[in-house]
């Protein structure tokens, strides 16, 4: 059993040697979803109210956890560059026998998710992205109060139970939705991540390929985002022709927490529609 909050589910390790956790339910069309970054980030702890919904309207859901983060292995000579999530990802989805899917990603989770439909465009049928990377400058980025203040306590050193909460109320609007069960899974983890998780983390902007994306895209975005800003979500709009984006107001970086039925229900709504 594991000792960690998160449940532990299964092991795979890729040709690289990498070790990934990952859970694997249900049947039908894959749906793999791809958690965000920031100190004690896993896939279960980012998709737990969310990923039950697609499993109970037939989809088999795939939630591993990146390397680094969750209970998969975290390399610390590691550079933690986006093609190193991205190949992760494909030895995963190799590994699994899963030809096609549907990609589900949050933040970090929606870059992969893009480069990968980039690299492997036959491979991912619908694209559900929730404020994702890789869209604007990384100086940008370190501009948001968010990005700011995650990297600057992170690398400070040990975060305790208080300090993990004042971490995930820059996630949210509303820090009422944070309980101790989300504090404890983050802390576990957090404690066992080294600090080039986040040191060396690099995402370019892959703006000027967006209009190679041709899948259905399905973009959500809060208003009140403090990590990533919202004019990320113009440019999913702008350039992905078959690009739908929704702004959600009173809503921070986690939109399948904060607005999880709305979320749920257009989702389940958008890959009815195939």
């Given amino acids: 059993m594991s000792q960690h909050p998160i449940p532990e589910r299964r092991y795979v390790t890729l040709g690289s040697g990498l070790r990934l956790h990952y859970d694997d339910t249900g049947a039908g069309l894959p749906v793999v979803f791809l958690h965000g970054s920031g100190p004690g980030a896993s896939g279960y702890s980012n998709f737990k109210r969310t990923a039950p919904a697609f499993l109970a309207a037939g989809y088999r859901i795939v939630v591993p956890d990146l390397p680094g983060y969750g209970l998969s292995d975290k390399p610390e000579d590691a550079e933690y560059v986006l093609d190193y999530f991205v190949d992760a990802l494909a030895g995963l989805l190799d590994a699994l026998d899963i030809e096609r899917c549907v990609l589900v990603g949050n933040s970090l989770g929606g870059a992969i998710a893009l480069k990968y439909a980039l690299d492997h465009p ?3 049928t619908q694209l559900i992205l929730m404020a994702p990377g890789g869209v604007e400058e990384r100086e940008t980025y370190f501009q948001m109060e968010g990005i700011q203040k995650m990297v600057a306590r992170f690398a400070a050193g040990p975060i ?3 300090g993990m909460r004042a971490l995930m109320s820059l996630q949210l609007y509303d820090p009422s ?3 101790d069960g989300l504090l404890d899974e983050r802390a576990a983890i957090c404690a066992l991540q080294p600090r080039t998780v986040l040191s060396t983390m690099r995402v370019p902007n892959l703006t000027d390929r967006l ?3 041709a899948c259905p895209v399905l973009c959500f975005w809060g208003m009140n985002d403090r990590f990533n800003p919202t004019s990320g979500a113009e440019k999913i709009a702008a350039g992905i ?3 739908r984006v929704t ?3 009173r ?3 986690w939109v399948m927490v904060e607005h999880r ?3 749920n229900r257009a989702c389940l709504d958008f890959l009815a529609e195939g």
């Fill in 122 to 124: 036959k491979r991912v």
């Fill in 160 to 162: 305790d139970r208080e």
């Fill in 177 to 179: 939705l944070i309980d």
């Fill in 211 to 213: 209009n190679e994306i």
């Fill in 241 to 243: 022709a078959n690009a």
């Fill in 247 to 249: 702004l959600l107001n």
């Fill in 251 to 253: 809503c921070g970086h």
């Fill in 261 to 263: 039925d709305y979320f």
